[in-house]
Nanobody, 123 residues
Framework: QVQFVESGGGLVQPGGSLRLSCAAS????????IGWFRQAPGKEREGLLC????????VYADSVKGRFTISRDNAKNTVYLQMNSLKPDDTAVYYC????????????????WGQGTQVTVSS
């Protein structure tokens, strides 16, 4: 059974950094594409970044370009989201999910959503 557990969220001041983790079980990371998403209160879920089977990253959201990066550690079966220069608008619940093959596809094509981790950016 494919499952994810997200962690690493918390309260951070504007301009600060956080690294989120997405621990996977039931499959190996190099067999699927993994995406990071977020959902703020009253807003639709938004795709942020994705890492492909080959380890190539795709940025979905212009708002995080140059600030967020995605990486994975195959030995730990974990995908990371490094978030720098955080802004209050980054406040949301952050999720990871997976789809077969590539990162090219709508949010609805991603499966096995984790429970999410809350990130709050506030002074």
């Amino acid at each position: 059974q494919v499952q994810f557990v997200e962690s690493g969220g918390g309260l951070v001041q504007p301009g600060g950094s956080l690294r989120l983790s997405c621990a996977a079980s039931g499959f190996t990371l190099d067999s699927r594409a993994i995406g990071w998403f977020r959902q703020a209160p009253g807003k639709e879920r938004e795709g942020l970044l994705c890492i492909s089977i080959r380890g190539a990253s795709t940025v979905y959201a212009d708002s995080v370009k140059g600030r967020f990066t995605i990486s994975r550690d195959n030995a730990k079966n974990t995908v990371y989201l490094q978030m720098n220069s955080l802004k209050p608008d980054d406040t949301a619940v952050y999720y990871c999910a997976t789809r077969m093959f590539s990162c090219s596809g709508p949010i609805a094509s991603f499966r096995s959503w984790g429970q999410g981790t809350q990130v709050t950016v506030s002074s």
